[in-house]
């Protein structure tokens, strides 16, 4: 169903895109934007054994994980096929309350070759709410709408200790309110759907076997406050989720022979803007697997400044879990990540990039091990 009902968007936005072109009055009202990001890596450091990830990173000497929802680490050579990416947005105004919104992204990773990241309808009643129905990014983040869109931000990537979990869309329906509170802008938002995605690419990390993983029952709320220089943001959202062997068709077992879960995450950002300063930060708590004792805290804190065209970042950032299962079948993970960015505007709606991570695993038993990447980037808005 999830399928179907994805395809009829996209075949409706189709005839709409059709139609505007046909018709010069309506082809005014359609819009096309897009995005880009070439993106090349390389893990160093001493060389250290793992087992806890798939056994094509176990015959690598140093591996970093730069995107947890897409599945994509860096080893010991250069390589493109990471995180390079681009995408195209069309955007449909059928009325002045109604329009309709599609974005088609690319990766170079396998199975990645094309998805279909958004496909709603938009609808508002008036200026201050706004009603969406479709396929939508699940708000966990600051950067969740725009995470693919490297040129929004001053890093080559936010920081994959906080960005990072096996499902990153959802369909379904979301409301939200805009309002001015004297000086202060408040943006509400409600959500709920349902996802499953088919041949996971957070699971290709640890296995090589393909996995399912469903996201049901989404259910979720967030809170935007901002005024001049400073942007707060908290969020919640609550699901199940579960995970199907595609080969066998199997449902994993996840705890004491259950084959389904609960999973709660929490989001606080602290974000500000100054003259030639930028500050972000993010907090996080997950719960998945309540009944196991597993937990998940998480944050970021990067300082930026601008030189002209210059602008140099850094920033900490950690992932910690907590856990009650037996450490003979899993081991909580740890890492603590340290960051120097520096980004040159090269021209309107290009920047080039350079990053250097240092990675330190502090898990009981090695994940990806001790580790340094060197990233570079260009990213494009057109």
Known sequence: MRVRRARVLQEWMGMGLALALATPALAQEFKLTGFASLVAGRSSGGC??????????QEACTRSIADWGHGAVYRDDWELDQETRAGLQGEWRLSKQLSAVAQVSARTLKNQHANLEWAYLS??????????????????????????VGFAYNTVRPSPDVYGWDVVNYNGASLSNTRSLGDWTLRAEIYTGSETSRKNPYYTIFIDEEQDVRWGGIRGLSAELSRDWFTGRISYTRSNFGVRDRASGEQAELYNGSTRASQSFLGLVLNGDWDEWQWRSEFGKASRMEAAGYDARFWLATLGRQFGHFTLTAGVSRYAERSDFDLDSYVPVTLNTRTLALRYD????????????RVRDRSPSALTGDNRLISLAYDLVF
């Open 346 to 357: 090269l021209h309107k709606g290009g920047a080039l990039k350079l990053q250097w991570d």
């Open 48 to 57: 250290v054994a793992t087992e806890a990830m798939a056994p094509r990173y």
């Open 123 to 148: 609808y508002s009643p008036t200026p201050e709410w706004k009603l969406q129905l479709g396929r939508k990014r699940i708000p966990l983040y600051y950067y969740s709408d725009f995470q693919d």
